[in-house]
C-alpha cells in the first residue's frame, strides 16, 4: 500500500488525478491524457481526454480466461510508475527517414483483492497524437500458463461519429469494400477503424506488434461502444496460449484533428521493436514488373499447358523488358508444380522446389543476373500453411542459392480455412489473423531474413509495424489490391484509393500493384479511373516494392505515363499528407530519399474536383522544374478515362496549384530541383 501511495505521487507529478481516477498521465505537449479508474466492483478502466474534453469515455479492460476465472474484477489497485522517453530513430527504408519518438508512459500494477490474488500489468503510451497500450502478464505461479478465451478490452467512444471500416472475421481475407456509416451501425470491423466525431475529431484504432498473439476485431456492443474481439483458434479452446511473462499487442488509438493527422502519426512504428535483424542494407527498395496481370487477364494461366504463363521464354521477355526501362525485378507467378489442381481443394500438392518443366530456374537466374534484373520467386500457399512449412527451409535455399533476394506469399483460402499442423500432429482449420498465423508469419520472415530476402504477403495477417523489428518484412496485401480491376464484379470504386489512404495505409506499406495504363480488365471492362489516377497511385498507395502491373505491350502503348512509373522512386526521406477527407481525396507530396526531388499525388472519387495544393514543402535553395501529369478538361473515367496533359514547367515555392480532378481522377507530379 506504501508503494502504491508513492507511485501514485509520481504519477501526480505529471497531473493530478482526477476524484475518481486512481492515476492519470498526459502527453508531452499535454495534448492528451489518459485516466485509470478501479470501480466498486474491481473492474478496471481507462478513458482518453483531448484538450480537457473526453474522446474515450471510461472502456473496460481484462480477460476472460479458458480454465481459471475471469480476469476483468476484484482488482485493485497495486502501484503505478511513469517514465518518459525522446528520441529520434532512423527507418532503413521507408516514407520517413527520421522518426521521433516521444512519449510518457503509465504502468499500472494490478492485484486481485480475493484469492488466488492474480496480477496484471497495464502500460499506457501517451504521445501526443495518440495512445498505445497493452498487457503484461508479469511471471506469477498462480497464472503461469495463460488460456485466453477473449480478451474484453473496450473503445467507448463518447461523442457521435460515423465511421470508415471493413467487416472484420468475414471470409474474404479482409478484400471487402469498405463501409460507411454511423459508427453506432458499425456490426464487426477489422482494424485500423477509422472514425470522425461530428466535433472534427479523427480517430484510428489498430493495433502495433501482433507478436504470437490473435489479431483483434471490433464488436460493436451498445451505442459507440466497441469490444475487443480476438480471432479464434481451433487448436485450442483457447483463441491465444502463451507462458508468462508475456505482453499482449499495443492497442492503438491514434487522434487529430484531420484526416491527414491520422496518417501523418508514428504511433504505430513506434510502438515496435527497434531492428531485430541488424545490417540490412541488403533490404532494398524497387520497382518490378510480373508474369502475373495476364493471367489475371485470364490471357495466360497460373496451370501448366499451352497457355502457362511461367516459361522460360516469357520470363526472358520480361526480364529484357526491365532491363530496358529500369526495373530491378521481375515477379513470376505459377513456375512450380502444382498449379492444375482445384487450388482450394487440392492445395496441398503444391512443390516448392520443383519447377514447371518450361520453366528453367537456373538459366533465367543467370539470365537475369547479366542483365541485372533478379526474379521474385512465388510462394502460393492457398491457405496450406502446413504443406508450406514442411518445405520452407528447402524453398528459401533454393532460391537463395539461385540470387533471388524477395519472395512473394499468398494465403488464398477463406477465413478458417487455412490448415495448420498442431502440436499434437492434427490438422487444424485456422484464420488469417489468429495466433497460428502470427506464429507463422514471423517464421517465414525470420527464415526468409536467415537467407538475405524480403517478404512481401498476399492475404496476409494484418500490418502492426512489425517492419520495424523486421524490415525484409517489406509489403503486404490485406485489402483489395488493383487485381479486382481486372476481376470486375465489381471493380475498385474511383474513390478505393482516397478511402484505403485513411484506413488500411494507416497500418503499413500495401503490394497494391498500381500502373494499369490500359486502364481495362478481363474481358475490356473499365477500370474506374483516369491514367493520372493509376500514376497518383504510386504516391498515395505507399509500398517499398511497387510494382508496374500492366503488360508490357501497353507500355509501350503509352509512353507519355509511362515516363513517370520509370522515374518515381519507392523510398522517401518525408512525407506530406498535404489534404484529404476519407473516401472523398488525397493529395500528398512525398521527399526522394536518394535525390531532392519532390513527387506529388492527388486522388478523388466519382466526383469533378478541384483541389488547391500550396507548394510549401519545397525548399528555397533549388530552381524547380514541375513535370506534371494531370487529368485533360474532358477526362472522365468512364468517358475519357485516356485525357491526360503532360507538360513541364518552372514552378517556385509557396506557389498554389490548382488541380483539376476529373470524375475517378488523380495528378501525379514530378518536382525536379535543379
Ligand atoms: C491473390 C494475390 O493477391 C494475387 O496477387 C496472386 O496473383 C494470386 N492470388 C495467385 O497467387
Ligand atoms: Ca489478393
Known amino acids: 500500500m506504501k508503494f502504491a501511495l508513492i507511485a501514485l505521487a509520481l504519477v501526480a507529478l505529471l497531473v493530478p ?233 499495443w492497442r492503438t488509438l491514434i487522434i487529430a484533428d484531420s484526416a491527414a493527422g491520422l496518417y501523418m502519426s508514428h504511433l504505430e512504428l513506434n510502438l515496435n521493436e527497434p531492428n531485430a535483424l541488424g545490417d540490412v542494407s541488403w533490404v532494398r527498395p524497387y520497382k518490378y514488373v510480373g508474369i502475373w496481370w495476364a493471367m489475371h487477364l485470364t490471357n495466360w494461366t497460373w496451370a501448366s499447358g499451352p497457355h502457362h504463363g511461367a516459361t ?144 512481401v504477403d498476399h492475404e496476409p495477417i494484418k500490418d502492426t509495424g512489425l517492419r520495424r523489428t523486421y524490415p525484409n518484412w517489406v509489403s503486404r496485401e490485406g485489402a483489395r489490391g488493383q487485381e479486382y480491376n481486372a476481376w470486375g464484379n465489381p471493380p475498385n470504386p474511383p474513390n478505393h484509393e482516397s478511402l484505403l489512404v485513411f484506413t488500411r495505409m494507416l497500418a503499413g506499406p500495401f503490394d497494391f500493384t498500381p500502373g494499369v495504363l490500359s486502364l481495362t480488365g478481363k474481358g475490356g471492362q473499365k477500370i474506374q479511373n483516369t491514367v493520372a489516377h493509376q500514376l497518383a497511385d504510386y504516391i498515395v498507395i505507399y509500398s517499398p516494392v511497387q510494382m508496374a502491373a500492366d503488360l508490357p505491350e501497353n507500355y509501350v502503348k503509352y509512353p507519355g505515363p509511362f515516363q513517370f512509373i520509370k522515374d518515381v522512386p519507392t523510398d522517401w526521406s518525408e512525407t506530406r499528407v498535404l489534404s484529404g477527407e476519407p473516401g472523398e481525396f488525397a493529395v500528398m507530396a512525398r521527399k526522394d530519399r536518394n535525390s531532392n526531388n519532390w513527387y506529388l499525388g492527388a486522388v478523388g472519387d466519382n466526383t469533378k474536383r478541384r483541389v488547391a495544393v500550396k507548394l510549401d514543402f519545397l525548399d528555397n535553395k533549388h530552381h524547380w522544374v514541375a513535370e506534371t501529369y494531370l487529368d485533360a478538361k474532358d477526362a472522365d473515367w468512364d468517358s475519357n478515362p485516356h485525357a491526360i496533359n503532360i507538360a513541364r514547367r518552372a514552378v517556385t515555392p509557396g506557389e498554389t496549384l490548382t488541380l483539376n480532378l476529373a470524375r475517378g481522377g488523380g495528378a501525379a507530379i514530378r518536382f525536379v530541383a535543379k
Not at 517514465?83 to 527517414?97: I, L, N, V
Not at 478490452?153 to 469494400?177: C, H, K, R
Not at 526501362?325 to 512443390?351: I, M, P, R, T
Open 17 to 249: 488525478a482526477k476524484a475518481d481516477a486512481v492515476a492519470e498521465i498526459a502527453s508531452p505537449g499535454k495534448v492528451l491524457a489518459v485516466q485509470v479508474r478501479i470501480d466498486g466492483e474491481g473492474k478496471a478502466s481507462y478513458s482518453v481526454s483531448r484538450g480537457g474534453h473526453t474522446v474515450i469515455a471510461p472502456s473496460a479492460l481484462g480477460f476472460l480466461l479458458t480454465d481459471q476465472p475471469q480476469l476483468k474484477r476484484n482488482f485493485a489497485f497495486a502501484g503505478a510508475d511513469t517514465a518518459s522517453h525522446d528520441d529520434t530513430w532512423e527507418q532503413p527504408w521507408g516514407e520517413w527517414r527520421f522518426i521521433r519518438n516521444r512519449y510518457n508512459e503509465l504502468r499500472i500494477h494490478l492485484k486481485e483483492k480475493i484469492a488466488p490474488a492474480r496480477r496484471l500489468d497495464v502500460v499506457f503510451r501517451v504521445y501526443d497524437d495518440g495512445v498505445g497500450f497493452r498487457y503484461e502478464f508479469p511471471e506469477q505461479v498462480v497464472l503461469k500458463n495463460v488460456h485466453i478465451a477473449e480478451e474484453v478490452t473496450e473503445f467507448d467512444v463518447a461523442d457521435p461519429a460515423e465511421a470508415w471500416w471493413e467487416v472484420g472475421g468475414d471470409w474474404n481475407s479482409y478484400e471487402q469494400l469498405y463501409q460507411h456509416t454511423r459508427l453506432d451501425a458499425v456490426s464487426q470491423a477489422h482494424t485500423p477503424l477509422t472514425i470522425k466525431t461530428d466535433g472534427g475529431v479523427y480517430i484510428a484504432i489498430h493495433e502495433a506488434a501482433l507478436v504470437d498473439y490473435a489479431g483483434m476485431w471490433l464488436k460493436r456492443i451498445d451505442g459507440q461502444r466497441l469490444r475487443s474481439v480476438l480471432s479464434p483458434s481451433a487448436q485450442h479452446a483457447a483463441k491465444v496460449v502463451r507462458t508468462a511473462p508475456f505482453t499482449s499487442p
Open 312 to 455: 522460360t521464354e516469357h520470363t526472358k521477355q520480361y526480364i529484357d523488358f526491365a532491363a530496358a526501362n529500369g526495373f530491378k525485378e521481375v515477379l513470376v507467378e505459377g513456375w512450380n508444380y502444382s498449379w492444375d489442381d482445384d487450388w482450394f481443394a487440392n492445395g496441398h500438392s503444391l512443390s516448392y522446389t520443383q519447377p514447371y518443366p518450361d520453366f528453367d530456374i537456373k538459366a533465367l537466374a543467370a539470365y537475369g543476373k547479366a542483365k541485372g534484373v533478379k526474379i521474385i520467386g512465388h510462394h502460393e500457399t492457398f491457405g496450406k500453411v502446413d504443406n508450406y512449412e514442411a518445405q520452407l527451409s528447402g524453398a528459401l535455399d533454393l532460391l537463395a542459392g539461385l540470387g533471388y533476394d524477395s519472395i512473394k506469399t499468398g494465403y488464398v483460402a477463406d477465413e478458417g480455412g487455412l490448415t495448420v499442423l498442431g502440436e499434437d500432429g492434427k490438422l487444424s482449420y485456422e484464420y488469417h489473423d489468429g495466433q497460428a498465423l502470427a506464429v507463422h508469419h514471423l517464421k517465414v520472415v525470420t527464415e526468409a531474413a536467415k537467407r538475405h530476402i524480403a517478404v
